[in-house]
């Protein structure tokens, strides 16, 4: 098996149910937000990170393999089909535990805080941006058209990522600018 197919010379890809449809498409284009999200993710853990956050991002990666094939799939027939592509509620309360627990570690935030510090919480700082330009990508979609336990999830996923970046600087002993 070649990694080329040629299928997608002339500027279309194939959803899930087949469907030929442009790059440009803002399906495609949110879930190729998704992507570089989860590339962003690689790269905190490149940067280095406690054990329980390796654990925790390890499953947010994998997560966001199922919310690219869920937001490659506009039918929802995959959903039916592949149980690692269901997200539901129980994935959202699992990232605000997330977000307590690790909240808990940090002194209150009492200003905006530029971006930066360590090169893992910049990885999260910058993984959080991406985050949140994927959440505007699907939310162009119409809100109406994504499931509701996907938008909670990716709002969620950014307020996560924040908290974590701070959590690195903190762990690391780096101080937070204050803008």
Partial sequence: MTLYTKTGDAGETALFDGTRVPKSEGRVSAYGDIDELNAALGLALAAGVDGDLGELLGRIQR????FGARLADPRERIAD??????????????LEDAIDRYDAELLPLRRFLLPGGCSTAAAFHLARAVCRRAERSIVSLGAETIPTELLQYINRLSDLLFVLARVANHRNAVAEREW
């Fill in 63 to 66: 997560d966001l393999f199922a």
């Fill in 81 to 94: 089909r592949v149980d690692k592509t269901d997200l539901g509620e129980a994935d959202v309360r699992r």
